[in-house]
């Protein structure tokens, strides 16, 4: 079932305690304010969902998104943002939920879209985290994992061709080709 996916890097109950551990490490930043938590669409919504579920107070949730490939497999010359237009951003403290950060491109445009709007204040809280190929200053303020080198990781949200976001844990791809299109029946 998982044969493209290789070795597991961080199971299903290695992630639940660092949850865990990054929603106490989030409370002791944001407790008594109140918070808005800006989720990246698509990755992050495993992560965002499990992560809020431990956070001991209430929050607003609003979905962004984000995209730094045009067509899937060349990077754009800037990320694209889409921030809700009904949310007012002036003075509100924001968590922005991502997936992973890499080169750091997308989630500085996001963190700055949001900064520009009057937010009181906006940090990051990353699932995956790899400082090695950062081509931009961001800060990621809380982070689950950091990951050293370049591998091409999935499952808990995290997608290759729009697969394997459903695996309960972090897992090394085996291979990055593209899986073939199937023929769709009318």
């Not at 938590?37 to 499990?50: C, N, Q």
Request: charged fraction near 30%.
């Amino acid at each position: 079932m998982y044969d493209e996916v290789g070795p597991i890097l961080y199971s299903r109950e290695v992630i639940e305690e660092r949850v865990k551990e990054l929603a106490a490490q989030v409370m002791s930043v944001y407790r008594e304010k109140p918070l808005t938590v800006a989720v990246v669409l698509r990755g992050a919504f495993i992560f965002a969902a499990d992560l809020v579920r431990h956070l001991g107070q209430p929050c607003e949730i609003v979905f962004v998104r984000c995209s730094s490939y045009g067509d899937g497999r060349k990077p754009r010359a800037a990320a694209k943002v889409e921030l809700p237009s009904d949310v007012k951003w002036k003075g509100r403290h924001v968590l922005v939920i991502e997936d992973i950060v890499d080169t750091g491109r997308t989630i500085k445009t996001l963190v700055d879209s949001i900064g520009k709007k009057g937010a009181a204040s906006v940090r990051v809280c990353a699932f995956l985290d790899k400082p090695a190929r950062r081509e931009v200053k961001v800060d990621v303020e809380f982070a689950g994992f950091v990951i050293e080198g370049a591998p091409f990781v999935v499952g808990y949200g995290l997608d290759f061709a729009g697969r394997h976001r459903n695996l309960p844990f972090i897992g090394m791809l085996k291979t990055a080709k593209k899986p073939a299109k199937t023929a769709r029946k009318r």
